[in-house]
């Protein structure tokens, strides 16, 4: 069974450029979650995707946007890049996204390290 | 506003000790409450979960307090290794809420002298 895998690895950028980053959810899982963690700090939800919809947003304005595709893989986006949005991308997946759903547990990928410069 | 906070923000226990970390909540509505264990340059990976309806679990050397009423919650390492260093996460989640988005606390930096 294949984990959550991300790409790229490490991504350099500068202010006010646009940035694609890539998630594949783990097999069986068709929900996917970003998530943003700044240096020594805990992960901030972004949003999250069930079946290619958009099913819940954190506190990130819409420069921050996001699609699943059929296959349940992801991608984040963010325009007009700030200095600020340098940290740790994380993209989680889960069996089920429905409200009510059964199953809470998240699995990570490994992330994407943005360096806005 | 941090919807679970975390407490120690370091700790440092001798090899065979117990390392015990505490979280505490506002949202009674949560009903999901994992522990992630991260290591440097990695995602976070989940250790073990609880659900209110139970005061404790235990898996292996590890183990979540519950205590509803006083909405906080703890993580218990047993005789903590050199291994078990890494940076530790609570987190809640209310599945009810339409997505089920994890809430972390700050983070705990576990160090394990030899």
Redesign the interface.
């Known amino acids: 069974e294949t984990g959550v895998t991300q790409s790229p690895t490490h991504l350099i950028k500068t202010r006010g450029q646009q940035v694609t980053l890539r998630c594949s959810s783990q097999s069986g899982h068709n929900t996917v979650s970003w998530y943003q963690q700044a240096l020594g700090q805990g992960p901030q939800f972004i949003f999250q995707y069930y079946r290619e919809e958009e099913n819940g947003r954190g506190n990130f304005p819409p420069r921050f946007s996001g699609l699943q595709f059929p296959n349940y893989s992801s991608e984040l986006n963010v325009n007009a890049l700030e200095l600020d949005d340098s940290a740790l991308y994380l993209c989680a997946s889960s069996p089920e996204g429905l409200a009510g759903g059964i199953y809470n547990e998240q699995f990570f990928g490994p992330g994407t390290r943005l360096t806005v410069l | 506003q941090q919807q679970v906070k975390?407490s120690p923000q370091s700790l440092i226990v001798q090899k065979g000790g117990i390392s015990i970390i505490n979280c505490a909540y506002e949202n009674t509505a949560f009903d999901?409450f994992?522990w992630?264990q991260q290591f440097p340059?990695?995602?976070?990976?989940?250790l073990i979960?609880i659900r209110p309806d139970v005061s404790e679990k235990k898996e292996g050397r590890f183990t979540i307090s519950f205590n509803k009423s006083a909405k906080q919650f703890s993580l218990h390492i047993m005789d903590s290794q050199p291994g078990d260093s890494a940076t530790y996460?609570c987190?809640a989640?209310n599945?009810?809420?339409?997505?089920?988005?994890?809430?972390?606390?700050?983070?705990t930096r576990l160090t394990v002298i030899p």
């Open positions: 975390q999901y994992p992630y340059g990695k995602g976070p990976a989940l979960a996460f987190a989640s599945k009810w809420a339409g997505a089920n988005n994890l809430f972390f606390g700050t983070g």
